[in-house]
């Protein structure tokens, strides 16, 4: 792995931040041209709007080479309580939403480096996340990390079908 510098940012950050996560998610997207793709800068502002927002980019150089980013659940309205049965007493969860590697920077460790940091020392109990099923590589490296499917949905009608992952913090 690269000798990466991992910087951490917040939602007051997220002006001189946005283009590079917009640019590093469509060279992680390729040649892939979905709607998802399009739609990405929304979700960067939504998510960089919310409470608690918490960005980490890895750096190599002047070249940003991956982000991951989420932002606390609404205490009480933690969407994930409808997949599992028993729900944990402990409750409060951390929604991590996005995580991009440039293609040129991957499978170096970068993904769990990223995971890793953009969960230390979190307050919250919990960590949900989202994974396309038509992606179980990846689905199994969440799972090597300690994240557990307890579902699937669809969150939007245009959107692939994703399972739901929840992993207890701080990670294994």
């Known amino acids: 792995m690269a000798d990466l510098d991992v910087r951490r940012y917040s939602r007051e950050d997220l ?17 892939q041209t979905d709607d998802f793709r399009k739609k990405f800068p929304w ?3 939504h998510w960089g709007s919310r409470d608690g ?28 309580r409808e997949y599992v049965e028993e729900p944990p007493e402990k409750h409060l969860t951390f929604a991590y939403s996005e995580l991009a590697i440039r293609q040129a920077y991957r499978k170096q460790g970068i993904s769990d480096l990223l995971s890793r940091a953009l969960l230390e020392g979190r307050t ?10 038509e992606h179980p590589r990846v689905q199994a490296l969440y799972e090597d990390w300690g994240f557990k499917k307890v579902g699937e949905q669809q969150p939007f009608p ?3 079908v994703f399972a739901v992952m929840l992993a207890e913090l701080p990670l294994g």
């Open 158 to 160: 245009d959107s692939p």
């Open 53 to 80: 927002y918490a960005c980490v980019i890895a750096w190599d150089g002047d070249t940003a080479a991956g982000f991951a980013y989420g932002a606390p659940a609404v205490d009480g309205r933690e969407w994930w």
């Open 43 to 45: 979700f960067v502002d």
């Open 124 to 133: 919250e109990d919990l960590a949900v996340l989202l994974v396309d099923v």
């Open 15 to 31: 002006p001189q931040i946005r283009q590079t996560i917009i640019d590093i998610h469509a060279d992680a997207q390729g040649e």
